[in-house]
Every structure is written in C-alpha cells, then in structure tokens.
C-alpha cells in the first residue's frame, strides 16, 4: 500500500540514540555491564521496583524519582512478573495492572481505562506516541516480547505528554542491550490451537563492550474461543547501543510487528431479544464471516543521543518514527433485537478499508543538579514535537453476491449463525474518504526543591500548542470547510508536588496537574466541541517496610473536568458527515476515589502485587457518567518458591464490580406491525471474579517448564456491555485457558 507522505523527521532515527530506556535523568554514569540480562532466570528473582538508577520510572516529570519519591500512583510491571505469569501481549500485562479495566468492541479492539476514563496517552522509553480503537483504525500496542516493563501513572500526567488525560499514561520500555552475551529460546502451546515461539539474544560486539546489540523474534499462531478467529502474529526487534565516549552514548533501533486476523469480527453480541429477555448466545459467538480479515502492520525506528554536560548536567535527545498499514475487510450483524429464534435483524454492518498512519515524535531536554542557599536542587527543561498524519480510503462493495444480506432481505437467522454466503466484489477507491493531521508543539521546565533533607517540592509548567485538522472526502471532491475540521488550541499547564518523610521509610505526598484534551468530536449541528479542562488532585502515603523491595502505598483523588465529551444518547448514530456520531459537551463532571497497592517480595521467595481502587465519576447533577466501568476493582497476584529452589506456584485474582449502561430496551409489549415498544432501561454485568494459576519447575540450571491457566474455574462473563449502532452489545471474556511452555537460558 502506498504511505501517506511522512516527515523527514525519520531520518533522524539513523542518527539518534538512547539514555537508559525509562527515559530517565541520570547524571551518574552506569557502566554498560549494568544493564545486562540476570544471570539467573529471571523467573527466579525478586521484583525489584526500584534498584538502579536507570530503573526508575520518569513518566511525569522526568525527574529520576524513586517510587517512593514520585508524588503520584505508580505501578511497574518488571519482566519477572510478564515471565511468572506469561503474558505475551501489551493487552495481558495492562489486565493485570492496579486500576486497569479492561473492556472491548470485539475480538479485534481493546480499551484501556483507568478511574473511570479512557487511557490515550502511550509512550515508547518515554516518547509518546498515539492509542486509538475506532471503527476504521485498531492501533496495535504490540507483543510484550520487546519491552522489558511497563510503567503506568494513574492520574493526569501531561507536563511530558502535553496531553493532561486524568486517567493515566503507561509507557513501554525497551529491552536493552546487555553487556555480557545472554539470550533465551521459548515455545509454548495451549488451548484454542495457541502456538508460540520466541528467542532473545544479546551482548557485546566489541571486546571492550563499547558496542552491544540484541535481537528478539517471536511468532504466534493461534486460534481464538471465539468462532472463525485465526491469528498470526510474527514480531521482531533488533537494537545496537554504542558508548562513543566515556561521556557520550548513542542508541538505535527498530521493530516490526504483523497481526494478522483471519475471520475478524467487528462488533458485538446482542444482548436483548425483541421480548425484553436477555440472549443465551454462547461465548464462541460471531457475528462475521470466514472471509473477513483485519491486517494490522506497524513498523517502527527509534534512536537517542544523551552526552555529559560536566559533572552535573545532561543533554539527551531521542526520537520514534512509526509507519502503520492497517487494511480490513469486515463484516458483522448489526446491533439491534433480535426475535428468540433468531430472526429479525435489519441488514449487517459491512466495510472494506486502508487506512495508512505515519507519526513522529521527538524530544529533548537537559537536566542536571544546582546548588542554591547551600542546598542541592535538580532542574530539568525540555521540549517536544509529535506528529501524525491519518489517512482512510474506503473502498466500496460491488454487485451482492446471491444469499448476501441486504437492507431489504435483512440479516438471515443467527441461531445458529451459518454465514455461507460469498465475500462481494471489492471497488477499490483511489481517493480518500478523510485525512487528519495532528501536530503538537510544547515546552516544559520543572525543578524538584530540596529545602530539608525530610522534604521535597517539585513545581513544573508545560505550554503546548496543538493543532488538528481534518478532511472529509465526497467522490475525491473536498468538502465545505462547514465537513472539515480545524481545531488549534494553546495551553500553560502546571504541575506540582509535594513529598515529607515522616521516616525514611514512609513517606506523605499530595499533587496537582492541570487536564487538558483537545478533542474532534463534533456536536449534532456539526459543530467541533471545545477542549476538556480541569484539575486532578491526588494525596497519598507510600512506605517501603522491608525495603525498597516492597512497597505499600494508599491514596484519594479528585478530578475536576468541564467539556467532557460524551456520545450524545438522543442522536442517531453515524449521521454527521464523514460517518460521525454526534457527541455532548459535559461540564462540571466529578470524579473522586482511592486506592492502595502493595508490590514486592516481603519474605524471600515470596512475591504479591495486590491492589483495590474504588473511582466513582458524577455530573453537577449526580447523575453517574461512564457506569459501564466498575466502582470497585480489585486484584491479588503472587508467586511463591517452595524450598529447594526447583518448584514455584502462583495464581492470581481479579474481581470487579457491576458494570451497565443507559438506553432503550424492548418493554415486552408489540406495535400492531409487531415491532417491539421501546423504553428506557439498562443492560448490565454482574460483579464478578476470575481466577489464574501457574506452577513453574526447574529442570535444570538452565531449563524451565511451566502451565499456566487463566479463567481457572472457567466464569462466564461480558467483559463490555454498551449501547451503540441502534442497541445493546456485549462481548464474552475469554473462557478458561491452558498455556504449557518450555524455556531454555544459555
């Protein structure tokens, strides 16, 4: 397919390289030998959060804080955890994650959300980059296979970002390149026909280990619970690190990843029959075809420069470039009532499209240390560019092809569903249907007081200057500027924080960060709906009670937001131009909860990441927003090593209460045409648990078997209930799981 022109901005990856891969400021220099894989598996190690320098999470601000230090919810996800668990998916790791809820449109498109909003902002080791799941585009977050963590700070973070969402930003960690030569091989197969195969190898090219490499390739093939879903999914990454000076270093590199949907579904399980009663579907329900296909291809290139400015300072520069193919061929019933035996749905949802995305993102900053009234004080100051250009070209079916579905034939009985019928004929379109440009320019400073060794005041501004334009296409032909859509925002965003130890081993915090969402929305007169603004405030204690190897936090938040953009529930849906439900601005929203964590390894061998988070989001007239997330959220994941050092069990919980959303049911009653009568109601999920399990058992020093089993008690579940497209959909959780696999050190 054929890219929409990209910024010279990609080549700058050839001459680019890294700091360490958090992203973080630190002055001192760590030798290469110090980032190197374990020597021991890591399977077997404690979670360490803290540790080195260049382990510290510096997602807010890029100050180079500890946990403890940073004032605000932080979680790491550490490789040992994705190995004990065996989580192979972005996705996976984020399900596991404190305050995550996980909900999804279909087998193909997921969404992150966190106290009650949506999660946007990603980052690449620190750069941010774009998450978005929309009817035309699925962004894929990727295989866990490259990264080797996951930072996740819950609450308004856009003094870096430039884009102050209050749910929060999780950004992913490259492998880095290790200076001793390790590597692993892997395979794994399971349920639903799941095959994997993944390999890791690094280590020093020169002798004196100036130049190191790694190179990592997985590839999976499996099937799904759910009906005609078949995936393939190779990955591959490769980077080179070279310390050109004592004072300078330099990174470079690149990954691809291919997903590959064959039978892709694109919407949802009805969840209401004509009658009012609910749909008994099973959970291998779908409402596509064998011939549908989603092919999602992203390839990326990064690299960053960090040199040593004397003594105390830091300059580091660093950049991603991303090229995304994203081609689709899809079909699904459409949302509605359906009768109880399975007839009475309008026509099928259809759509054949390419949609080609490049982005850029740059940034730079300086950090380092200044002594003032006799007391050392750090400082950082920075700046950011990040682009991205969007392009849908929607081809069109040709004639029906005999027994298709049709506006006047309507969807044919889906219970059971036995789609026979052939794929038509595709018109491919050689103009676009929409572009969108997205650019957005910013600046930062923020410095972190020491005015007493018990204390520490971080304050920070950020000014970002965002600029979003779309185009709407009719028959090549651009539309009136009333269809296109320009929106050009400014903003000063400030951040602030303060951190007392009571002891050195506990510590109080309370924070404020401004929120600020440029959106594209539009309202049912056509009209772009204004930016959401706000306040995010957060208090909290976090202690560290046997070291800094486990860690106990608790804390409140309160979120504050005007123009909160909500669809609008009387519009009809797809009625705008360019395909576009319309939306409501909402002002005076509130959002407020709390949560406590524990993380680490309080007795050797034994390790526990459990959390609860309760968040709970109102309009000034109380009325609940978002209800299809849960107020309560709660998980407990631990591992333990039996005596002997050769058997480790473990398992998991996650539970979560009701969900359910607002719309118009079938009250049971018929018009004489025999249509059902439609009142107000809802649709729900009841609170429920899943459990998970694993056992691992050393065969030798450097030979590892392992099951792990997800759903173990197999709980029936709609992890997403939702009304859109003229009804209520769902979508089942994935029912119980059984991975066995089988890893080799050398």
Known sequence: MKMVAGSSLWTIALVLSAAPATGNVAVDDAPAAAVSMPDEDPQDQAIVVTGEKDKRPTTSTRLPLTLRETPQSVTVVDRQRIEDFNLTSVTEVLAQTPGVTISSTDSNRTNFNVRGFAVRNFQLDGVPTIYQVSGYENSAVGDIAIYDRVEVIRGAAGLVTGVGDPSATVNLIRKRAPGEFRGYFSMQGGSFSTYRLEADIGGPVTQDGSVRARVVAAYTDRESYIDLQHDRVPVLYGTLEWDVTPHTRLRVGAD???????????????????????????????????????????????????????????????????????????????????????????????????????????????????????????????????????????????????????????????????????????????????????????????????????????????????????????????????????????????????????????????????????????????????????????????????????????????????????????????????NLTPSLSVSGVKTWGGEAEVAGEPLPGWTINGSYTYARSEDRTGLRINPFFPLHLGRVYTTYRLPGDRLTIGGGVTAQSRIFDRGNVPSGRFTAAGAPILVAGEVEQGAYATVDALARYKLTERAILSVNVTNLFDQSYYRNVRFAFGGPGGFYGEPRRVIGSIRVNF
């Open 256 to 578: 691809y990843l291919r997903t590959d949907s064959r039978g892709a579904g694109w919407g949802s399980v009805p969840l209401l029959y004509t009658d009012g009663t609910k749909t008994d579907f099973p959970r291998s329900f779908t409402g596509t075809t064998r011939w549908t296909q989603w092919l999602r291809e992203t390839t990326t290139v990064f690299g960053a420069v960090e040199q040593d400015i004397g003594s105390n300072w830091l300059l580091r520069v660093s950049y991603n470039g991303r090229r995304g193919d994203n081609d689709s061929t899809l079909f699904n019933i459409p949302n509605g009532f359906p009768n109880r035996d399975g007839t009475g749905l309008g026509a099928p949802f259809s759509f054949y499209g390419e949609v080609d995305q490049n982005e850029d993102a740059i940034d730079a900053y300086v950090a380092g240390k200044v002594t003032l009234f006799g007391r050392e004080h750090e400082v950082v100051a920075g700046m950011n560019h990040f682009e991205r250009d969007f392009l849908v070209n929607r081809s069109r079916y040709g004639a029906t092809p005999p027994g298709y579905p049709t506006a006047e034939t309507g969807t044919p009985d889906i219970d059971p569903w036995n789609p026979t019928f052939p794929r038509p004929d595709i018109i491919r379109s050689t103009v676009p249907d929409f572009t969108q440009d997205l650019r957005q320019t910013g600046g930062y400073g923020v410095v972190r007081l020491n005015p007493a060794d018990w204390l520490k005041v971080i304050a920070g501004v950020r000014y970002t200057d965002y600029k979003a334009d779309r185009d709407n296409y009719l028959d090549g032909v651009l539309q009136p500027d009333g269809v296109s859509n320009v929106q050009h925002e400014r903003k000063w965003a400030p951040y602030g924080g303060i951190v007392a130890d009571l002891t050195p081993a506990i510590s109080l915090y309370a924070s404020y960060a401004s929120v600020f969402t440029p959106v594209s929305a539009r309202n049912a007169n056509n009209d772009i709906l204004p930016p959401t603004t706000g306040a995010n405030y957060e208090a909290g204690v976090k202690a560290t009670p046997f070291g800094e190897g486990f860690t106990v936090s608790a804390a409140g938040f309160h979120i504050r937001q005007d123009n909160l953009t909500i669809t609008d529930p009387n519009a009809v849906p797809n009625s705008l131009p360019g």
